[in-house]
C-alpha cells in the first residue's frame, strides 16, 4: 500500500526553487498576502485593473461581487463584471493576434499514435478553424443561448468547436469521450441539444473508441426520450487512415455530416456575438451526491478572469513556457487549462490525443522532451501508475526544460508527490498541487510558485479572491489550526452561477447544508502554519482516478440489471486509482447468488455510464445493513469494504435493524476467496 489515507507529516517543507522565484510573477510571501488582501479587500482595483487588460465591447459599470448565498435573505445568486459585453473567443484569439502573436503556435496536436501525422497550429490558424466552425454552426441555425453538445476525441477540432460556440454565442456541452450511449443521450436529452459534434472514431492506444456508432445509439436513446437531435456532425479522424475499418457506424441521411463538408466552404472569418457578462458561456455535468448528473453552468466574464488568472499566477505563464495539461477537454481541468485559460494568456500547449502508456510508460516523458515543455500538469493517479514503472522510463528522456509540475484531481499523497519531485522534476521544479472542483472553474487552493514553500500533500493557500472558511458540524467557523467542512464565503469569479434549469437544485445542492456559505463537499485541515489539506470528500461522492462518481449513479446502473433487487456502493482505498469502486449487491427473492453474473453487472455499469466507472469489486448482499427507518448504514459497508476488514472496529452497530447482515457479508467476502 502506498501511504494513501495515512497520517502524513505536516511538518515536511520544499523551499521555492530560487531560480524560479527570480522571474515569477508573486516573488515573496509578503507578496502574495498584499495581493490576496487586495483581490478580497478592493476586487473592484485588483479584478478590474486585470480585467481591462481584455476586450469590452461594452465596459463594465460595476467589478463585484455582488451575490447572496444566505437562502434566508432570497435566492441565491451571484454576477460579476455587471453591465459588461465582451467575448470569450475574441479574447483568446483575435486579441492575441492584435497583439502580433498570430504566428505563435497556438496548438501542437499530438496523436496517439507516434508516428501519425502530428500538427502545428498557430494562433492565426486556430482562429481560421474557429471562424468556419462558427459559420457553419450559424448557418445550421445555432444562435445566441442554443446548447451544442460536443462527444469528441482529443483533436484541435475539440477546443476549436468550444471556441466556435463561444464565438457565436452558443453553449457548449462537452460530454466526455469515455462517457457510455446512456449517458451521452441523458446530456443530450437534458441540454436540448439539436447539434451534436462528434467524431468517426479514435484509437486510445491500440484500441478503437466508436464514438459516431455511440452518438448513432445515444440519438435513438433521446428520441425515445422524446427529443430529437437535428444534425449530427462527423469529425473523420479515422477516414482515410489505416484505421479506417475498425470504426463500424451508420449514416443517417438528412442528419449526419462529416465535418470537412459541414466546415469546408465556410469563410475563415466571422463576426463576433457580443455577449453580456453573466451570459452562459457552458455546461458541463459532474456526478453529485444524489440523482442524476448537474449540469454546472458556467457564464462568460466571471469565467474569463478566473482561468486566465489562475493560469497566469498558479503556473507562473510566462511567454517562453510550452505548456502540457494531459487532461481531456471532456472534464473540467481541459476546459479550463486546455481551451480558455492559456489561450487568454497567448500559450503555447500540447494537445494530447492518446494514453500515458502508449506506445510505451514513457511517453509522456518523450513528449515533455520533444516539445521542450515547461510547465506539465497531470493527476496523481498517473504519477502513482508512472511510478510503478520505476525511474528509467522517466530518466532517459531529457526534461531539463521543465520547471513547472501541477497535480489536480484528487488529494496528492506525499510519497507521489515527492516522486514527482525527485524523478520528474529532477529535484529542481516546482510542485503546484491545485485543489478546485468542476463548480469553481478554476483554482480555489494552490501554491503560487515563487512565493511558497510546499508541503508534500497540501494543497497549500487559497487563491486571489477565494475565501475559505472551515467548519464544524454545527456550521461555526473554526479558527487556527483545525479540521471540518470546506466553504467558500463568497463566489470567486469564476464560479458557476446556477444547475442548468435547475436552480432550486443547485441551491439545495450547495448551499443548504450550511446557511450562507456554498459547500465543497470536501473535508479540510488547516495546520498551525495555515497550510490547507484536502481529506476527501464528506459526500457520497467517489473519486476515482480523478473522476467523480457519484455512488447513486453506480447504484441505479446496477438495479437496472433484471435480477438486482438493491445495490450500495462506497469508495476504498486503492492504491493507483485512489479510490476504488465497491459494490454490494442484493439479488430479488429466490435468485442464486452466481459469481458468473458478476462480470455482466460490470458490463452494465460500462454501458448505462462508462468504462471509467466499472466496479472493481462486487460482493454479494443477500442483506444490506440498515436502520430501523430503513438507511443504510453506509459507514459499516465503507469499512467491510477495507482489506483488513475483519480486524476493523464497526463502532455501534446496535441501531441495525437486522445486525446478523453484517456477519453474512463478512462470511462471503469477496477478498476472503
Ligand atoms: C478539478 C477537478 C472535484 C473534486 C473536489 C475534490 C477533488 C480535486 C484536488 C482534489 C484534493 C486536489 N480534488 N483536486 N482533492 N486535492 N488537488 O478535479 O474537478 O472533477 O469536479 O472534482 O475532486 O474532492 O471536490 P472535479
Not at 470569450?88 to 492584435?98: F, G, K, Q, S, T
Not at 471556441?163 to 436540448?192: E, N, P
Not at 448528473?293 to 482561468?307: D, E, F, W
Request: hydrophobic content about 40%.
Amino acid at each position: 500500500m502506498s501511504d494513501f489515507n495515512q497520517e502524513v507529516d505536516m511538518s515536511e517543507m520544499f523551499k521555492v526553487p530560487e531560480q524560479l522565484r527570480a522571474k515569477a510573477h508573486v516573488k515573496s510571501m509578503e507578496e502574495y498576502r498584499a495581493m490576496y488582501k487586495a483581490s478580497i479587500e478592493d476586487p473592484e482595483t485588483f479584478w478590474g485593473d486585470m480585467a481591462r487588460e481584455f476586450h469590452w465591447e461594452t465596459p463594465f459599470t460595476k467589478v463585484g461581487p455582488t451575490f447572496n448565498f444566505d437562502r434566508a435573505k432570497g435566492p441565491v445568486h451571484m454576477s460579476w463584471f455587471d453591465g459588461g459585453k465582451t467575448n470569450l473567443a475574441y479574447n483568446c484569439l483575435d486579441r492575441n493576434i492584435e497583439k502580433g502573436l498570430g504566428d505563435r503556435m497556438a496548438i501542437h496536436y499530438e496523436c496517439n499514435d507516434m508516428d501519425d501525422q502530428h500538427a502545428s497550429f498557430t494562433y492565426t490558424q486556430v482562429l481560421e478553424l474557429v471562424c468556419k466552425f462558427a459559420n457553419a454552426l450559424k448557418a445550421e441555425g445555432v444562435t445566441k443561448g442554443d446548447r451544442v453538445s460536443i462527444y469528441l476525441p482529443m483533436t484541435v477540432e475539440l477546443p476549436a468547436a468550444m471556441l466556435a460556440c463561444a464565438r457565436i454565442g452558443a453553449v457548449h456541452s462537452v460530454v466526455f469521450g469515455g462517457f457510455s450511449a446512456d449517458a451521452l443521450a441523458g446530456r443530450i436529452v437534458d441540454a436540448q441539444s439539436k447539434v451534436v459534434i462528434t467524431a468517426d472514431g479514435v484509437m486510445r492506444a491500440t484500441k478503437p473508441v466508436q464514438l459516431k456508432s455511440i452518438t448513432d445509439k445515444a440519438c435513438e436513446l433521446a428520441e425515445l426520450q422524446g427529443f430529437k437531435v437535428e444534425r449530427v456532425v462527423c469529425v473523420g479522424r479515422l477516414k482515410g487512415t489505416p484505421y479506417a475499418d475498425q470504426v463500424k457506424h451508420d449514416w443517417v441521411e438528412g442528419r449526419d455530416v462529416w465535418c470537412n463538408d459541414f466546415i469546408g466552404s465556410q469563410p475563415a472569418t466571422c463576426g463576433v456575438e457580443w455577449v453580456a457578462s453573466e451570459d452562459p458561456l457552458f455546461m458541463l455535468y459532474t456526478s453529485g451526491s444524489t440523482g442524476r448528473p448537474k449540469g454546472v453552468l458556467h457564464t462568460t466574464a466571471g469565467y474569463m478572469l478566473g482561468t486566465f488568472a489562475t493560469m497566469k499566477y498558479v503556473f507562473d505563464y510566462q511567454m517562453e513556457d510550452t505548456f502540457f495539461c494531459t487532461a481531456d477537454c471532456g472534464w473540467i481541468t481541459g476546459h479550463s487549462y486546455i481551451t480558455y485559460g492559456p489561450m487568454l494568456n497567448g500559450a503555447t500547449q500540447v494537445l494530447f490525443e492518446g494514453v500515458p502508456t502508449h506506445p510505451e510508460v514513457d511517453r509522456f516523458w518523450k513528449i515533455c522532451a520533444k516539445y521542450k515543455v515547461t510547465t506539465f500538469y497531470t493527476a496523481p493517479t498517473a504519477i502513482r501508475a508512472l511510478m510503478k514503472s520505476g525511474e528509467e522510463p522517466v530518466t532517459r528522456n531529457d526534461l531539463s526544460s521543465l520547471r513547472l509540475l501541477g497535480s489536480v484531481g484528487e488529494p496528492i499523497n506525499p510519497e507521489a508527490w515527492k516522486w514527482y519531485h525527485r524523478v520528474v522534476g529532477g529535484g529542481r521544479c516546482a510542485i503546484a498541487d491545485t485543489y478546485w472542483q468542476t463548480e469553481t472553474g478554476s483554482h480555489l487552493l494552490a501554491p503560487l510558485v515563487g512565493a511558497v514553500d510546499c508541503k508534500p500533500g497540501s494543497a497549500c493557500f487559497p487563491f486571489f479572491g477565494v475565501e475559505v472558511a472551515i467548519l464544524d458540524d454545527k456550521g461555526v467557523e473554526l479558527e487556527g489550526e483545525c479540521s471540518g467542512s470546506l466553504v467558500l464565503r463568497r463566489p470567486p469569479p469564476s464560479m458557476m452561477r446556477s444547475l442548468y434549469g435547475d436552480h432550486q437544485r443547485f441551491e439545495e445542492a450547495y448551499f443548504s447544508q450550511f446557511n450562507g456559505y456554498y459547500f465543497t463537499g470536501d473535508g479540510c485541515k488547516r495546520d498551525k502554519d495555515g497550510y490547507y489539506w484536502l481529506t476527501g470528500r464528506m459526500d457520497d461522492v467517489i473519486n476515482v482516478s480523478g473522476h467523480r462518481i457519484g455512488t447513486a449513479e453506480v447504484e441505479s446502473a446496477l438495479v437496472a440489471f433484471p435480477n438486482v433487487a438493491e445495490a450500495a456502493v462506497v469508495g476504498f482505498p486503492h492504491d493507483i486509482k485512489g479510490e476504488g469502486i465497491y459494490c454490494y449487491v442484493t439479488l430479488n427473492e429466490g435468485e442464486e447468488y452466481d459469481d458468473a453474473l458478476k462480470p455482466k453487472l460490470k458490463q452494465q455499469v460500462r454501458e448505462m455510464i462508462g468504462a471509467f466507472a466499472t466496479p472493481d469489486e462486487i460482493h454479494w448482499a443477500p442483506g444490506l445493513p440498515k436502520t430501523r427507518s430503513g438507511k443504510i448504514m453506509r459507514r459499516v459497508l465503507r469499512k467491510i469494504a477495507l482489506p483488513d476488514y475483519l480486524t476493523q472496529d464497526l463502532g455501534d452497530t446496535s441501531t441495525l435493524a437486522d445486525p446478523s447482515v453484517v456477519d453474512v457479508l463478512k462470511a462471503n467476502h469477496p477478498r476472503a476467496a
